[in-house]
Structures are given as structure tokens and as C-alpha cells.
């Protein structure tokens, strides 16, 4: 059974740092490209990061490029999403997400964890 | 970027009925179209993918259709646990995804 668990959010301040991380299993981790996927408070969905299952490719959205570092470890089987220099904006539940290629949908979503940046 | 957009913005509906969603691509995404349910305080799952095809475990209540820009979501009868939030996501542009705002299927 797949699973993606998240930790890491919390209250912070504006232009402050968080770490969210993120623990697979019942897949081939080393094997999967991972998203990080997040929806503000009673929002819609917004695409944020993309990594390769070998970290070789990385893409991020507009909204968070130059700020946001998606990083992994596949020893650990665990995806990271370094966020600096947060905005009011950035608040919002973050989900680990994976598909199963390319092109792809997502077909598994962690729970999410809440980052609230405060003004 | 390709701009989802979804219709309506809420759909009332008596439990049993049917119900029909719609999704417009601005550009053509070919069938690489998914549509997802999220139920309040939870993770957005799986419903069909490649405009038609349904993901493990789905039932057969659910059907998508459609291509290039236009798509549908059709719930044949729906039942208590799909009061929730649908949204369509592009994968065509993969991995840059793009959703639709949601439509929200509330009990009329």
C-alpha cells in the first residue's frame, strides 16, 4: 500500500524558513518522480515542485521559484521541500504527491501538512 | 500555461440523481485529462484519468469523456460520499499540472 506522509508545517513568519519532509513507502521511491502539490484555505490546487526520481530534473512553479527547493533522499526514501523567504500567499496545505510516469496524472496524495505564514 | 476552467461553480443535486460536470482546457490537451474528488479535510483521490479510464477501485457510477478541450464528468447516481469538491487537472504539460477551480456537488 502506498504511503506519503508529511510533517514539517507550522505557524511562521513572514520572510521566514520551513522544512517540510515527506516519507514514502509501498512504492519503488528511487524509482518515482515526486510533486509537492498545495491548496490555500479554501482554495483550488496549485502545482508547485517536480523532481526526478534521480534529482536530475527539477522544475517549480512561477510563484515559488528562487524561494522553494524540492530535494530527495532516496536512502531515506524521503522528499523534502526547503521553503524560504515565505509570503502571507505561501499559506496552505502542502501534499506530497506521486504518479506512475510521463505523462501521468497523480495517483497517490499524502494527507498534507499546514504551513500558516503570519504577517 | 494551460488554463483550466470548470462549470458550474457549484452543482445542487438530490442524492440518486444524476449529476454532470464540466472542464475546458485553454488549449488542446488531448486525453491527458484526470478528474479528482476531495471530500472536506481530506486529500484530493484519484477518480478517472486519460479522460475516460477509472482508477483502481472506482466505481462504475463515475464515466468521463471528451477530448482535445472539452470534457465531461458524469456521476449516474450519486450517492452520500460524493457531496464533495471535483476538480480537472491537465497533465498534458506534464509535470507542469494545472487544475480547474472545482465545482462543488452539494445535496439540493
Known amino acids: 500500500e502506498v504511503q506519503l506522509v508529511e510533517s514539517g508545517g507550522g505557524l511562521v513568519q513572514r520572510g521566514g524558513s520551513l522544512r517540510l519532509s515527506c516519507a514514502a513507502s509501498?512504492?519503488?521511491?528511487?524509482?518515482?518522480?515526486m510533486n509537492w502539490v498545495r491548496q490555500a484555505p479554501g482554495k483550488g490546487l496549485e502545482w508547485v515542485s517536480y523532481i526526478s526520481g534521480s534529482s536530475s530534473t527539477i522544475y517549480y512553479a512561477d510563484s515559488v521559484k528562487g524561494r522553494f527547493t524540492i530535494s530527495r533522499d532516496n536512502a531515506k526514501n524521503s522528499l523534502y521541500l526547503q521553503m524560504n523567504s515565505l509570503r502571507a500567499e505561501d499559506t496552505a496545505v502542502y501534499y506530497c504527491?506521486?504518479?506512475?510516469?510521463?505523462?501521468?496524472?497523480?495517483?497517490?496524495w499524502g494527507q498534507g501538512t499546514l504551513v500558516t505564514v503570519s504577517s | 500555461e494551460i488554463v483550466m476552467t470548470q462549470s458550474p461553480a457549484t452543482l445542487s443535486v438530490s442524492q440518486g440523481e444524476r449529476a454532470t460536470l464540466s472542464c475546458r482546457a485553454s488549449q488542446s490537451i488531448s486525453s491527458n485529462l484526470a478528474w479528482y474528488r476531495q471530500k472536506p479535510g481530506q486529500a484530493p483521490r484519484l477518480l478517472i484519468y486519460g479522460a475516460s479510464t477509472r482508477a483502481t477501485g472506482i466505481p462504475a457510477r463515475f464515466s468521463g469523456s471528451g477530448s482535445g478541450t472539452e470534457f465531461t464528468l458524469t456521476i449516474s447516481s450519486l450517492q452520500s460520499e460524493d457531496f464533495a469538491v471535483y476538480y480537472c487537472?491537465?497533465?498534458?504539460?506534464?509535470?507542469?499540472?494545472?487544475f480547474g477551480p472545482g465545482t462543488k456537488v452539494d445535496i439540493k
Open positions: 504527491t506521486v504518479g506512475s510516469g510521463s505523462p501521468s496524472p497523480i495517483d497517490f
Open positions: 487537472q491537465q497533465y498534458n504539460d506534464w509535470p507542469r499540472f494545472t
Open positions: 509501498g512504492f519503488t521511491f528511487s524509482r518515482s518522480s
